[in-house]
């Protein structure tokens, strides 16, 4: 049977404030363990938590990018539950009352627009990390804390179940993540836990209103893992389904390593939070001139970005999306073309050879060893013709290994294109008189022979000959 | 008069006039806990060695000509629940037996900026859970009026420290009675501030929206001195208050003329010791003699304070108390897994009484019983308070009872929890308020202290002091001293 996939995700993402939500240890990623952390992190008796004013800033920013409404009063709230990471075993979170509620975000997936409507986002704390003795949790006869994350501040950005497949899940993160990266409030690392999925997924017979059961996939940890995971979990329910089974309301983790969801708890084993209101805080009261200066004041955005990008530089919607899909690579790619770069161009090297690099070495573009001024200082070197396009592609070769500028290199190996006429007719004439039977062969109408020809020139040369140049005399010749 | 029966306020002038020094004071102080602890059993911890050094400093600033602060050299004790860096913090609770805070609760650190002198930590019920300091995790308290009774709770060590000799001035905590009722007990003054008065940071939480630190003193000269020192705004308490502090020595002014007094009826309930009542009546008699205009009201939500009170303690403290689970830090009682380590840590460590408040607690906010319990409580918790906002309208301060009854023996009702909850009934609606209050004494039963209870507006210490004060100069309660059976 065909089911109508429904899916709805949690976000959970990182603030990049430089202290924690609730004290002032610092939330430097990487530090040794246990040494960002203070009595009111660790949760010792008689400590009380004091709201980083920063990460209400960075919650109404998001709330506002992601077009919520930001209640002008909302609490903190106590989620109470056992795990030896949180040292006081309750998060403080937010409950009842958020920071914002109903927004949404439109994503375009297959060349359609589609909106996915955002229910709330709240701020709570991380919790610590655990570090076991074993391998796995079942092989380690202990465990060590490591409260370095506790207290890191959080958004939790829950959707609605609009979400009809996992390319639109992707699609939607990725805006989501493209956003918060815009608005500077977060790294948004997947790889080090700073963006975070969680996915509820259910299906339903196509034109059914109500929903089916769902089951709540964690773990999911890359973008890859996020498509994957909801793709494996489709097909499990399918199968179910079509078996005339009932799917079980769980929790289910994904094992990125052998591809597949496997059931974490029940429903009935869920956890009773037993939330209550954080009585340590005082309520937060938004004063809405207050959310209209931060709206003022936001960043532009992925979407205005990228049609400026459009209407500025004539770039199709497919380049300036993908460009303006990563803050990091539209601000390299306006720095480039501030830097008298031709944008069209940039966009193509953007997209061709850095994009190849990067991906090839896994770093982001953040970490490309080609600075934007160096890059545009190589398309100078194209454009002024003092190499050629192909010669261009070895010089950033080089430039990415040895950092030097464009320039450099070209001297340094002698790459300066021949646009000398006399010297390039002279290796012409040699050509032509080594290869009798080619040049035969061209009389005699293969016109596929003045490739070969043109391609003995360009060895002679190492390729620094001018083409235009070579074909206008060789032809001149035969 | 030995040294350790004088208040602070006299004690100071005895300082500064150098006819005594802090080390001779602290000695003699020190000298009645070695006498008398061993029959009242006040103090979990006791630090002579710093107290010492710290009153010679206070002498070498004196013996320099600087100028010392009212509290400079004179000897309390705070209740083990208050953060003291470097110096066990118990709650009187063997989960937290061997605990050494790294950090000072705000109220120490004022206390050491004014050059006090800190003699130990005093006993209380376990996690401030209690009202006859009984449910100590180590050793009962005894009254020093009567060792066969209670000495109140849970601030029972503080209270009994104070009354005894073995302290001139002490802090303790009040989340549903537990400075005013011992005090009351003890014959000494107890005062509850307004919630968010005085900083939190550094009390162990019992239950947060109810938790506030006060002075327990043998007059309200020195409660008010002590709260000059501890009362403020911080930083560090987000639910503190941040306006200014007035001087509150200066409402120890013996006039209470056109002062409003109401009493509440039905503070008078079913169990009220005959005694008490008549005491209470003579007060309010005096304070109308003195010039007061008396109104009986009515603060019709009173009797379901206290179970609106069982439940929102409970809760928060059911949350407030899982961080004690031989993780980090405190008892840990090892186990198979995690689970069974937190299970056999919290069942081995934790007394009866908390127990049962955390299963309490834990049950009102599940889910399915939160609205029929929790909610249900905060909403009575709004009533109570509506019903203060009306009787603010209409008088200045409240006048009631602070106990039903006096104190009562030691184990009478350590079986009946529910007799046990009832000594709070006056106190507790004062807390769900968040309203100020003192309890001062106002007569003796059987040769017991009763404590009467003066309740004011938000922020209106000034005005319980006043007229506490008015009542005590013209009284003689305060000046009895507990004999210990001494003849």
């Known amino acids: 049977m065909d089911y109508e996939i429904v899916i709805g995700l949690e976000i959970h993402t990182e603030l990049k404030t430089n202290s924690k939500i609730f004290c002032g240890c610092s939330t430097k990623f990487g530090s040794e363990q246990n040494t960002n952390v203070c009595p009111v992190c660790l949760g010792l008796p008689g400590v009380l938590p004091v709201i980083n004013e920063k990460v209400v800033e960075f919650a109404i920013k998001a709330g506002v990018a992601l077009n919520c409404e930001i209640l002008p009063f909302s609490k903190f709230d106590r989620k109470n539950y056992y795990y030896p990471d949180l040292p006081k075993n309750f998060q403080t979170s937010q409950y009842d009352l958020p920071i914002a509620v109903n927004g949404h975000l439109d994503i375009e ?47 939790e950005i829950v959707s609605e179940p609009d979400i009809r497949s996992a390319e639109e899940a992707r699609a939607y993160l990725e805006k989501v993540k493209a956003i918060l990266e815009y608005l500077d409030v977060s790294d948004c690392k997947m790889e080090e836990g700073s963006l975070r999925c969680d996915a509820n997924i259910s299906l339903r017979p196509h034109g059914q209103a109500a929903l089916g059961t769902k089951a709540e996939i964690k773990n999911l940890n890359s973008f890859r893992s996020v498509q994957r995971g909801i793709e494996y979990e489709v097909i499990r329910q399918e199968e179910i389904l079509d078996d005339g089974g009932r799917v079980i309301q769980e929790t289910r983790t994904w094992d990125e390593n052998k591809g597949i969801t496997a059931s974490m708890r029940s429903k009935e084993q869920a956890h009773d939070y037993r939330y209550l209101p ?152 040699s050509v032509i008189a080594a290869n009798p039977q080619s040049v035969a062969d061209f009389k005699a109408g293969k016109d596929k022979a003045i490739g070969f020809l043109v391609g003995q020139i360009m060895k002679q040369t190492k390729g620094r000959a001018n083409p235009d140049m070579v074909n206008t005399l060789l032809r001149e010749r035969l | 008069m030995e040294l350790f029966k004088h208040t602070a306020s006299q004690l100071h002038e005895k300082l ?59 000897p309390g004790a705070l209740k083990d629940n208050i953060c003291t860096k470097g110096i ?46 009984e449910n100590s995790g180590f050793f009962p308290t005894h009254n020093p009026w009567n060792l066969e009774t209670v000495p109140g709770g849970s601030s029972g060590g503080s209270a009994a420290a104070v009354a005894a000799g073995e302290a001139i001035w002490a802090l303790g905590s009040d989340t549903g009675g537990s400075i005013r009722q011992p005090a009351a007990y003890c014959g000494v003054v ?28 043998r007059d309200v000269t020195d409660s008010a001195h002590v709260m000059n020192i501890i009362s403020g705004y911080d930083a560090k308490d987000s639910t503190s208050i941040n306006t200014g502090v007035p001087d509150y020595t200066k409402s120890l002014v013996n006039n209470i003329k056109g002062l ?67 993780v980090s830090f405190g008892h840990r009682v090892e186990g198979n897994d995690i689970i069974e380590m937190y299970k056999k840590t919290r069942s081995e460590a934790f007394g009866a009484e908390v127990k049962r408040r955390i299963m309490l607690g834990t049950y009102a906010l599940s889910s399915g019983y939160y609205d029929a319990y929790y909610l249900k409580a905060l909403k009575v918790r709004t009533l109570v308070k509506q019903d203060f906002d009306k009787a603010f309208e209409q008088v200045d301060v409240l006048i009631t009872p602070t106990a039903p009854t006096t104190a009562f023996k030691l184990g009478e009702k350590t079986n009946d929890p529910l007799a046990m909850y009832l000594q709070d009934v006056c106190t507790i609606p004062v807390n769900l308020s968040g309203v100020p209050a003192i309890s001062i004494p106002c007569g003796f039963a059987a040769g017991m202290p009763i404590g009467m209870q003066i309740i004011g507006k938000p922020l209106g210490e000034e005005t319980i002091i006043r007229a506490a004060y008015t009542f005590e100069q013209n009284n003689d309660y305060h000046k009895g001293f507990a004999t210990l059976g001494e003849v």
Not at chain 1, 136 to 144: G, N, P, Y
Not at chain 2, 190 to 217: E, H, M, N, W
Request: proline share 4%; with cysteine; net charge negative.
């Open chain 2, 260 to 326: 409003k007094i109401g009493l509440p009826k039905e503070y008078f309930v079913a169990g009220m010791d005959a005694e008490v009542e008549r005491a209470i009546n003579k007060a309010i008699e005096q304070l109308v003699a003195l010039g007061a205009e008396y109104k009986e009201i009515s603060m019709p939500h009173t009797e379901y304070a206290l179970s609106a009170y069982y439940m929102i303690a409970p809760a928060e403290a059911s949350s407030n108390l899982a961080r004690y689970d031989g």
């Open chain 1, 278 to 429: 954080e009585p340590d805080l005082v309520p937060i009261v938004v004063d809405p001139a207050r959310v209209a200066e931060i709206r003022a004041n936001l960043p532009e955005l992925p979407d205005a970005r990228r049609q400026r990008l459009m209407n500025d530089y004539g770039l199709s919607e497919y380049d300036a999306g993908i460009i303006t899909s990563s803050k990091a690579v539209a601000d390299y790619f306006d720095q480039s073309v501030q830097n008298n770069g031709d944008a069209k161009v940039v966009a193509n090297w953007l997209m061709g050879e850095v994009s190849k690099h990067l991906n090839s070495e896994g770093i982001t573009i953040l970490d490309c060893p080609v600075s934007p001024k160096q890059l545009t200082e190589l398309l100078a070197l194209i454009e002024k013709g003092t190499i050629s396009n192909k010669i261009a592609k070895t010089v950033f070769e080089e430039m990415w290994t040895s950092r030097k500028d464009a320039e450099v290199i070209v001297k340094e190996k002698g790459l300066v294109q021949i646009s000398d006429s006399s010297e390039i007719v002279a290796i012409v004439e």
């Open chain 1, 109 to 155: 997936v297959n060349g359609e627009t589609k909106r996915i409507n955002i229910t709330r986002i709240h701020m709570e704390e991380d919790a610590g990390k655990l570090v076991h003795s074993g391998a796995t949790i079942s092989s380690s006869d202990s465990a060590l804390v490591d409260y370095n994350r506790t207290g890191v501040p959080l958004l």
């Open chain 2, 190 to 217: 107890g005062l509850k501030p307004t919630y968010g008065r005085v900083s939190r940071y550094g009390l162990v939480a019992y239950a947060s929206s109810l938790d506030q630190i006060g002075p327990i003193t």
């Open chain 2, 16 to 74: 500064v006039a150098k006819e005594i020094s802090a080390v001779e004071l602290t000695k003699a102080v020190l000298g009645r806990i070695d006498a008398v602890d061993k029959d009242v059993q006040a103090y979990i911890t006791r630090t002579s060695e710093t107290a010492l050094a710290q009153a010679q400093a206070v002498d070498s600033k004196i013996q320099r000509g600087e100028k010392v602060s009212v509290l400079a050299g004179i």
């Open chain 2, 88 to 133: 066990k913090t118990t709650c009187a609770s063997k989960i937290l037996a061997t605990f050494v805070p790294p950090y000072d609760a705000t109220v120490a650190e004022k206390l050491a900026a004014e050059d006090a002198v800190i003699l130990g930590k005093a006993n209380m019920d376990e996690f401030a859970m209690g009202g006859s300091t």
